[in-house]
């Protein structure tokens, strides 16, 4: 058997976030009315071209794979999305290519498979990505567009039974109530995602991987270059944006604490990464962000279904042979603020750590499904270079109660 080889993180770059919405330009988000496909492959693009600047001999016929991340794989983000964004970026037809699904967990675990393909042997690099245009396909959608197209839905009776069905936001409000949560803790968790990410736009940190997309609608040129989510109050007069989450009305749950201010916003985007084998990587003499250490992955309870980074994390950690405290960034999923504040209590952190999202989380950016766990990754090893930190965390829960966790380091 041959050795497993060390797999390293040359670039990661992502889109601005758009907020979703169906309507015109005028209304909805920036996103609304652009092609995932051409989002996607613009993102591959950016990507392969920053790579190509800091090393001309850079062949892009050394890419063995595409591996993406999709919940909703219809529409224009059906048919193998991974293989038509690849083609449509100028990507070698050489480089095979797939497309994941793994509810919010899909971005993370197209990269993590693709590091475990790396490090076997099988090629030398893989472009890793991630999209979902919500304001076209919002979860549920593939189910619901069978349905309407009167195709023989056959849904078992059993699902419930299972545990499959019960609403996410009703499984974050089980989390607060089991665990004694407060309404003005998660407003707070909610806020202060909201005031890092504020500031590290205003650093520039953002800036320096996101890859402006151009697309034209109706006759219109669009250029999309900066996050329209975020909240500026936040940093600038936290307790009155405070002020304003606790007016929000519960969705979930007459009386309940999850709001829209402490979950995850639903957006449109995508993002892109190069995985490389270390040896590649020293031959091209290319300098990489970080190297994958261990990876993860865990079943939990479906209901609530959220905990299960927690096992995975765990499990994670153990094989990269370091502990919580060994980590000078943790990316934890903001999908909602109950479970990532017990992520903290049951893994050993505080949830307002510095460490914690450093640049914010989906909180304050948003939530673009099967992009989120490349976005997130990207944002967890630019961050490391950033303060030359040295290890990261990231993990993510995704529906059925399944965990994904990735630890890196700094290289």
């Given at each position: ?302 209901v609530p279904m959220l ?103 700094r290289v």
């Amino acid at each position: 058997m041959s050795k497993r080889r060390e797999v390293v993180v040359i670039d990661a770059v992502r889109s601005a976030i758009g907020k979703s919405g169906r309507k015109g330009m005028e209304k909805g988000g920036q996103l609304c009315q652009a092609s995932a496909q051409e989002l996607l492959a613009a993102m591959m693009r950016g990507l392969l071209d920053r790579v190509h600047a800091k090393c001309p001999k850079f062949d892009e016929a050394v890419i063995e794979d595409v591996v993406v991340g999709c919940l909703s794989q219809i529409g224009e983000q059906g048919g193998n999305i991974a293989r038509i964004a690849s083609l449509m970026a100028g990507i070698p037809k050489t480089a095979a290519a797939y497309t994941v699904n793994q509810y919010c967990n899909a971005g993370l675990r197209a990269i993590n498979s693709a590091a475990h393909q790396l490090m076997i042997g099988d090629g030398d690099a893989c472009v890793c990505a991630g999209v979902e245009i919500m304001s076209h396909y919002g979860m549920g959608s593939d189910i619901q567009v069978a349905v309407e197209a009167n195709y023989p839905v056959r849904l078992s009776p059993r699902l419930l039974e299972v545990g499959m069905g019960v609403p996410q936001g009703l499984c974050a409000e089980m989390i607060s109530e089991q665990n004694g949560h407060t309404r003005e803790l998660l407003d707070r968790a909610g806020a202060l995602s909201m005031k890092k990410a504020v500031e590290a736009e205003r650093k520039g940190w953002y800036a320096d991987h996101i890859v402006p997309f151009t697309f034209t609608w109706e006759g219109r040129e669009y250029r999309v270059e900066k996050d329209e989510t975020l909240r500026p109050k936040a940093a600038d007069d936290f307790e009155g944006y405070l002020a304003d989450l606790a007016k929000l009305k519960p969705p979930f749950k007459p009386g309940g604490m999850v709001t829209a201010g402490n979950s995850s916003q639903i957006v449109d985007g995508a993002a892109a990464v190069l995985l490389m084998t270390a040896d590649k990587a020293e031959e091209l003499e290319l300098e990489p962000l970080a190297r994958i250490v261990a990876t993860a992955s865990a079943g939990g309870d479906p209901v609530p279904m959220l905990l299960a980074p927690i096992p995975a994390s765990e499990k994670a950690l153990k094989r990269a042979g370091r502990t919580i405290d060994d980590m000078d960034v943790i990316e934890p999923n903001e999908a909602f603020m109950s479970p990532l504040i017990e992520f903290a209590r049951k893994l050993g952190y505080a949830y307002d750590d510095p460490r914690v999202n450093p640049t914010g989380g989906a909180v304050a950016l948003g939530h673009p499904i099967g992009a989120s766990g490349v976005l997130y990754f990207g944002e967890m090893v630019h961050h490391l270079k950033r303060t030359r930190g040295r290890f990261g965390l990231q993990m993510l829960c995704g529906g059925g109660g399944i965990g994904i966790a990735t630890v890196v380091e700094r290289v």
